[in-house]
Nanobody, 125 residues
Framework: QVKLVESGGESVQAGGSLRLTCAAS????????MAWFRQPPGKEREYVAA?????????GYSDAVKGRFTISRDSAKSTVYLQMEDLKPEDTGVYYC?????????????????WGQGTQVIVSP
């Protein structure tokens, strides 16, 4: 099991940048795929990005953020980052960090067993 704590969310203007951080604790971090999901106001939670623990950390992104967001992990610090550039109002939402013990990193939220409490991102026009 992995305990996850997100930070870095805040209010920014469109076109701005933010870096979200997910601090993980637990013995399975090194073998877990890590992902970011988000939940826009009034909508379902949606996949944003994922990174596997192997092969140098293969990454995947949703079409909505591809080319603007970058996920990375620092195994020495047990931390996952989400660098967000060129933010848009539609990026507004609560961002959650999640861990998949199997190491696959699927796009479906049901594939993740551990979740953080979330951090709020608000992007104004």
């Amino acid at each position: 099991q992995v305990k996850l704590v997100e930070s870095g969310g805040e209010s920014v203007q469109a076109g701005g940048s933010l870096r979200l951080t997910c601090a993980a604790s637990g013995s399975t971090f090194g073998s877990s795929a890590m992902a970011w999901f988000r939940q826009p106001p009034g909508k379902e939670r949606e996949y944003v990005a994922a990174i596997t623990p192997y092969g140098g950390g293969r990454t995947g992104y949703s079409d909505a953020v591809k080319g603007r967001f970058t996920i990375s992990r620092d195994s020495a610090k047990s931390t996952v980052y989400l660098q967000m550039e060129d933010l848009k109002p539609e990026d507004t939402g609560v961002y959650y960090c999640a861990a998949d013990w199997t190491g696959w990193g699927p796009k479906e939220s049901t594939g993740y067993g551990d979740w953080g409490q979330g951090t709020q991102v608000i992007v104004s026009p």
